[in-house]
């Protein structure tokens, strides 16, 4: 089973928004997930969608500092020392705020 990126998202996603398992349906499909050939492709689709998610958030985060930071008056340069974001990103949310 050999799924390219597109198809994982597209899957994974359907899974998220259509199929909402209880506890115990969620250990029951995993559990029969594992017995199957293709189980350790499936069972990376998860945690690569997770980590995705993290490193997004944590994203969007950093931005919503930086907005507060330009909102408080802070110097551009201390921003993208604290942020680690560039200037160029900082000076564009600046005209968006």
């Known amino acids: 089973m050999e799924l390219d990126e597109?198809?994982?998202?597209?899957?994974?996603?359907?899974?998220e928004t259509y199929l909402k398992?209880?506890?115990?349906?969620e250990e029951q499909l995993m559990g029969e997930i594992k017995q199957s050939p293709e189980a350790e492709?499936?069972?990376?689709?998860p945690v690569s969608?997770?980590?995705r998610g993290i490193r997004k958030g944590i994203e969007q985060g950093v931005v919503?500092?930086?907005?507060?930071?330009l909102r408080k008056g802070m110097e551009i340069e201390l921003i993208v020392e604290l942020t680690g974001l560039s200037s160029e990103?900082?000076?564009e949310l600046s005209k968006k705020i």
Do not use: N
């Open 89 to 91: 990103a900082i000076k």
């Open 64 to 69: 919503k500092v930086a907005k507060e930071m």
């Open 41 to 45: 492709k499936l069972l990376e689709l």
């Open 49 to 51: 969608y997770e980590e």
């Open 6 to 15: 597109a198809r994982q998202r597209l899957l994974y996603g359907f899974f």
């Open 21 to 25: 398992l209880t506890e115990e349906e």
